[in-house]
């Protein structure tokens, strides 16, 4: 089993950053991809950005330039930097990492980021 524990988020304006962190403990060895999606009120979860094995990233077009995702190995700890946010990146952000081979997911509780206008 693999557990994420998510930290950060908060309320920022247009404009501004947040980072939001992500820590895995457990049977991280067992961790394939690792990363962040989100979900806004009404709408379905969607990637964000995410991380694979091998350190291969991968962003969603509406975060490109913007995001960055980062990671720490010895920490087993996944970052998202977030600039120039706007009130559409509001939404309650979730760590997800999947495990090799069977692709089974694991989540995080969830932390909220809302952007003002």
Known sequence: QVQLVESGGGLVQAGGSLRVSCTASGNIFIINNMGWYRQAPGKQRELVAI???????????????????????AKSTVYLEMGSLKP????????YAD????????WGQGTQVTVSS
Do not use: Q, W
């Open 51 to 73: 991380i694979t094995r091998g350190g291969n990233m991968n962003y969603a077009d509406s975060v490109k330039g913007r995001f960055t995702l980062s990671r720490d190995t």
């Open 88 to 95: 559409e990146d509001t939404a309650v952000y979730y760590c």
């Open 99 to 106: 495990r090799v081979v069977t692709a089974i997911p694991y």
